[in-house]
């Protein structure tokens, strides 16, 4: 099977610090990857690499095995690729559903939108049922987010990722700020658009998490990828040791 997404030998470096050693990657639709590593691995520049949010210096991506310029965050997102990253990229100032449709407005019918008037209504529907989906309770839709709890942030970053995403969606830490509740939603979540066939990238520092919610797992260190395990085929300790470097094998 042609991956949906996949990154041969990607380099980057900043300065004398060499994010990506020729880091591959490689995401089937309708399969979950948990990308791990330890902090400085290179995960986040991979992600970033692969959203059209950073150049590399060497290598290629792949879009359906066509190499493709994925050089900024509009060309991915054409691509129905999203992401939901730590720092969640959220307007404080802009309500739930205005974040949701930010860049993706949606205008009233007729003369009126013609004049630039907005359907907020119609946005508010949509984002009610994405939000309701995804299980998040979401105190209101006409309240500003910044005046949300970081949990309800991030239920709305990643509620609007997993409704605009139609090919892959990057989730970085999303259960880091959620309670058990929320984190059992968002994990539900994932599995849900696996089996609508995107395809969930998923970078955690959760073992557990990991564990539950992914098909394969690849592993980077010291910005390249030193190993691919099936989930089902490898344990913690293992997963563990091979992002320290203590163990290490490669299996598809």
């Known amino acids: 099977m042609t991956p949906v997404l996949e990154a041969r030998g990607l380099t980057r470096k900043f300065g004398q610090v060499t994010a990506l050693d020729g880091t591959d990657f490689d995401l089937e639709a309708g399969e979950v990857v948990a990308l791990i590593g330890d902090n400085g691995a290179g995960k986040s520049t991979l992600v970033k690499a692969l959203s059209g949010n950073l150049a590399v210096d060497s290598g290629e991506i792949l879009f359906d095995g066509i190499r493709r310029d994925i050089d900024t965050p509009m060309t991915a997102s054409s691509l129905g690729i999203e992401t939901v990253y730590q720092d969640l990229a959220l307007a404080p100032h802009l309500d739930p559903a205005q974040n949701m449709f930010l860049g993706r407005e949606l205008?009233?019918?007729?003369?009126?939108?013609?004049?630039?008037?907005?359907?907020?209504?119609?946005?508010?529907?949509?984002?009610?049922?994405?939000?309701?989906?995804?299980?998040?309770?979401v105190r209101s839709l006409v309240s500003p987010v910044g005046q949300m709890s970081g949990g309800q942030r991030q239920a709305i970053a990643i509620a609007r990722a997993v409704h605009w995403a139609s090919k892959v969606v990057f989730l970085d830490e999303p259960t880091a700020a959620l309670g058990v509740r929320q984190t059992a939603n968002v994990l539900d979540t994932i599995r849900r658009v696996r089996d609508q066939?995107?395809?969930?990238?998923?970078?955690?520092?959760?073992?557990?998490?990991?564990?539950?919610?992914?098909?394969?797992?690849?592993?980077?260190?010291?910005?390249?990828?030193?190993?691919?395990?099936?989930?089902?085929?490898?344990s913690m300790e293992e997963l563990v040791g091979t992002m320290t470097g203590a163990t290490g094998r490669t299996a598809a």
């Open 107 to 137: 205008m009233k019918p007729g003369v009126a939108g013609a004049l630039g008037f907005m359907d907020n209504k119609a946005m508010r529907g949509q984002a009610r049922q994405a939000f309701d989906r995804l299980g998040a309770t």
């Open 197 to 234: 066939g995107v395809g969930v990238v998923f970078i955690s520092h959760s073992m557990p998490h990991v564990i539950e919610v992914s098909d394969r797992v690849q592993v980077l260190r010291m910005g390249a990828r030193v190993a691919t395990y099936k989930t089902s085929e490898t």
